[in-house]
């Protein structure tokens, strides 16, 4: 009898533990004394639980409403992806033989609440729209692909050809036309794994591994892929077309010129822990939409949001930017120094500097020693989707308006590759 009544005690607390952070509050599981009555067929998770908790722990920092509907939908969702099922309670529920051991919420690893968040951020993206055009664009004519254009088309590393290719077609400079000259862009063999991998976090085609597993498997292997060797798509498109219709462009200052038009805005760049947020939604995403769409979705609606993030909460950093890890850093040397031989020894014109101190290609040892790079880390990737999950959440009466978690303009917003240029309207 004392048994069963503890155990009855234990799932009580539990409710009332529910029904107290659904109402906002903080409290820590462990620290939580009070009992209520049974409000549902099963009782949350431990990982929605915590995530709620660190959710209402968010608001309280940047000043806003805990949102009843979104306080909900945590406590439903599921946990996507390789990890453990929901757990329980640790107290909440009598110790069993099989299946996994209840827990104390508070010590979850981040990853398992970074798995229920990424499923309601990829909930919301299946459903958001794709932006349309401007109040600007809608009160002028689309531009029209110009008779003399530069006839193009633009392969090499992914992640900056796309975000040219959207720039340019936005200013009716589409590539394609009969007998294109194809453009391969390259540079830094570091900047070109750092961009593939990018451009696959932010597309559903299929599952992309951790940035240290990929990497370190590239390594191994020597397999570059696609996108991050110029060599290897030169050659390719040589033998399709001819090396008289291939150029390599090395020199970003020099692209605008092979194209038709006075510049071209860079790719944008995010920090490590955003690129891996993208990737884990987009691994979610691919479940809800077709691959064509959820691309469309993580660059045309996620992009814009994590470039224009809310600020990190307090206590916290935005994150470092993405670079190859110092141990691999010998090899990029190597490897760099071989692309530089094949491609002085192909027929194709390079469009920028291949030898000297101004070798576009070339990783060179203090460079890369100078550059710090980062890695995500799953504590500050869960800050980031708890932010993004808050993006709309109303400021709470007497806030501090610069705490409110709303976007705010991206120091580089101006790099925005759809982002009309006067100076391309001419």
């Not at 029209?144 to 340019?168: K, S």
């Amino acid at each position: 009898m004392t048994a069963e009544h503890d155990e009855t005690a234990g799932e009580r607390r539990a409710w009332a533990w529910s029904a107290h952070l659904l109402d906002g509050g903080t409290t820590p599981w462990s620290r939580w004394a009070g009992t209520g009555e049974r409000a549902g067929r099963v009782l949350p998770g431990a990982q929605q639980l915590e995530l709620l908790r660190r959710l209402n722990l968010a608001t309280h920092e940047l000043g806003v409403r805990p949102e009843q509907e979104l306080a909900r939908r945590v406590l439903e969702a599921s946990a996507p992806g390789r990890g453990r099922p929901d757990l329980e309670l640790l107290g909440a529920a009598p110790l069993s033989r099989f299946g996994p051991e209840p827990v104390d919420p508070a010590g979850l690893p981040a990853d398992e609440l970074v798995r229920v968040a990424t499923n309601l951020l990829a909930e919301d993206l299946s459903a958001a729209p794709l932006p349309g055009p401007g109040p600007v664009s809608r009160l002028r004519r689309a531009p029209r692909p110009r008779p003399w254009r530069p006839r193009y088309r633009l392969v090499g590393d992914p992640w900056r050809a796309d975000a040219t290719r959207r720039h340019l077609v936005a200013h009716g400079r589409p590539p394609g036309g009969p007998d294109p000259t194809v453009l391969v862009l390259g540079g830094p063999l570091s900047t070109m794994l750092v961009d593939l991998w990018t451009d696959r976090a932010f597309s559903t085609g299929g599952p992309v591994p951790s940035w240290r597993t990929w990497v370190d498997t590239v390594v191994e292997t020597g397999r570059l892929g696609r996108g991050a060797d110029p060599v290897a798509s030169a050659r390719r498109w040589t033998a399709r077309v001819g090396a008289d219709r291939v150029r390599v462009v090395l020199d970003p200052a020099a692209l605008p010129g092979q194209v038709g038009v006075r510049r071209v805005p860079p790719a944008p760049r995010l920090p490590a822990d955003a690129i891996d947020l993208a990737r884990r939604v987009g691994s979610v995403l691919g479940l809800l939409v077709t691959p064509a769409r959820g691309r469309q979705v993580l660059r045309q609606v996620m992009l814009p949001r994590l470039l224009d993030a809310p600020a990190p909460l307090p206590g916290s950093s935005p994150g470092p930017v993405l670079g190859v890890p110092p141990e691999h850093h010998r090899w990029l040397v190597r490897r760099s120094r071989r692309m530089r031989h094949e491609l002085l020894a192909a027929p194709y014109p390079v469009v920028g500097t291949v030898l000297g101190s101004a070798d576009a290609l070339l990783d060179h040892p203090r460079r890369l020693a100078g550059a710090e790079p980062g890695e995500p880390h799953d504590d500050r990737v869960l800050d980031l989707a708890v932010r993004m999950l808050l993006e709309h959440a109303e400021p709470h009466p007497g806030a501090h308006p610069g705490r409110h978690p709303g976007r705010h303009p991206h120091p580089h917003a101006d790099h925005d590759p759809d982002r009309p240029r006067q100076e391309d309207r001419r």
